[in-house]
């Protein structure tokens, strides 16, 4: 039941955050982003579903694989980012080096060129904080 209150949480907090802009990406390159999670939905249909549809036809499928080793809000993240992480310790490092880390730098809060689970997953901790502070 964590799930749906984590996402209503992480919706609440971003309606308050400055966003920053996005670098260009190409069309073919978001395309294939979206198809790799095969879901058996094409983008025109998923663009007509409601919050609910999503919730239940794709995001719940999606974490599906995961669930039982997912024990903690940064193994959920880790789902996302990098599936092998799950379960690991948060002092893993995840990034160290070429174009994942340098994709991902911001992430490196002590700038001493390694991205660990902690530092991946803090800001997804801080929107989960915030949104319970919300409710």
């Given amino acids: 039941m964590l799930l749906p209150f984590f996402w209503l949480g992480m919706a ?3 309606m308050s955050l400055k966003r920053n802009e996005m670098p260009t990406q190409d069309a073919k390159v978001r395309a ?3 198809n790799e999670v095969a879901l058996g939905y094409t983008k025109e249909q998923v663009l007509s579903m409601t919050f609910a549809e ?3 036809k794709l995001v719940e499928p999606y974490f599906k694989p995961y669930y039982k080793r997912t024990k ?3 193994d959920m993240y880790m ?3 990098m599936p092998k992480y799950i379960g690991t310790p948060d002092n893993t490092v995840i ?5 994942p880390y340098n994709q991902n730098k911001a992430l490196d809060k002590n700038k001493d060129g390694r991205i660990t689970k902690a ?3 803090q800001y997804v901790n ?3 904080l915030k949104g319970q502070r919300d409710i």
Wanted: charge should be positive; aromatic fraction near 12%; hydrophobic fraction near 40%.
């Fill in 12 to 14: 609440k907090a971003n």
């Fill in 32 to 34: 294939h982003n979206f």
């Fill in 54 to 56: 999503q919730v239940r």
């Fill in 72 to 74: 903690t809000l940064n």
């Fill in 79 to 81: 789902a996302i980012l």
């Fill in 95 to 99: 990034f160290s080096e070429g174009k």
């Fill in 119 to 121: 530092e991946a997953c």
């Fill in 126 to 128: 801080h929107l989960y």
